[in-house]
């Protein structure tokens, strides 16, 4: 086990709607990555999150945006969901002394009907 | 861009069958590399990383692997493997202390191993 958590496991919603994941980073870790892993392909960066702010992100549309929190935690949020958006979604954590280094939480299950 | 190359999808071998994952990335600066590994129904752990020094790296579980600079390649091998080898294995790259500090990922092989 990491220490890294997240929530919820598993979510299945309808095209359009928009959805909310969370996880919370391992303790002593103040950087949060977010990956997409669609089926068969290996996790795609999203993007980082450093101090409250985004600190580089991937080829990914606005519509995929996030929040960080004072104690590190995180929020993935994706608006107008599309059928592609169904995936994996990956959490990992580090501490920027070491950010090269990351720790990946369970994941949480979206399918988009 | 960065990219990885995972040769094979899927291999099978017998218990105690020697392991080679081959790996390779496009970068033509200094990288940070890993060897990742996805069990059923588990999360992703770190088997091994590459940061400098020897280019032969000792993991978890018996893992090592060897980076080759002049072929941009980040084989992963394990003498003997046990049927609790068998996972999906991931190969990654970033730049070190890049701003974005993403890791990018090839494809995955998956690992069967026969008892």
């Known amino acids: 086990e990491t220490g890294v958590t997240q929530s919820p496991t598993h979510l299945i919603k309808t095209r359009g709607q928009q959805v909310t994941l969370r996880c919370s980073s391992q303790?002593?870790?103040?950087?949060v990555s977010w990956y997409q892993q669609a089926l068969g392909q290996g996790p795609q960066f999203i993007f980082q999150?450093?101090?409250?702010?985004?600190?580089g992100r991937g080829n990914f549309p606005p519509r995929f945006s996030g929040l960080q929190f004072p104690n590190y935690s995180s929020e993935l949020n994706v608006n107008a969901l599309e059928l592609d958006d169904s995936a994996l979604y990956l959490c990992?954590?580090?501490?920027?002394?070491?950010?090269?280094?990351?720790?990946f939480g369970p994941g949480t299950r979206l399918t988009v009907l | 861009a960065q990219s990885v190359s995972q040769h094979n999808h899927h291999v099978i071998l017998s218990e105690a069958a020697s392991l080679e994952l081959g790996c390779n990335y496009s970068?033509?600066?200094?990288?940070?590399l890993f060897w990742y590994v996805q069990y059923p129904g588990q999360h992703l752990q770190l088997l091994l990383k590459?940061?400098?020094?020897?280019?032969l790296v000792k993991g978890i579980k018996g893992f090592e692997a060897e980076f080759i600079k002049s072929k941009f390649s980040f084989n992963l091998r394990k003498p003997s493997v046990q049927w609790s080898d068998t996972a999906e294995y991931f190969c990654?790259?970033?730049?070190?202390?890049?701003?974005?500090?993403?890791?990018?990922f090839g494809k995955g092989t998956k690992l069967s191993v026969k008892p």
């Open positions: 990992a954590s580090s501490s920027k002394s070491s950010t090269d280094t990351q720790y």
């Open positions: 303790s002593g870790h103040n950087t």
């Open positions: 999150y450093y101090r409250e702010e985004e600190n």
């Open positions: 970068y033509g600066g200094t990288v940070n």
């Open positions: 590459y940061f400098s020094g020897d280019p």
């Open positions: 990654a790259v970033n730049s070190p202390g890049g701003s974005q500090g993403n890791l990018i």
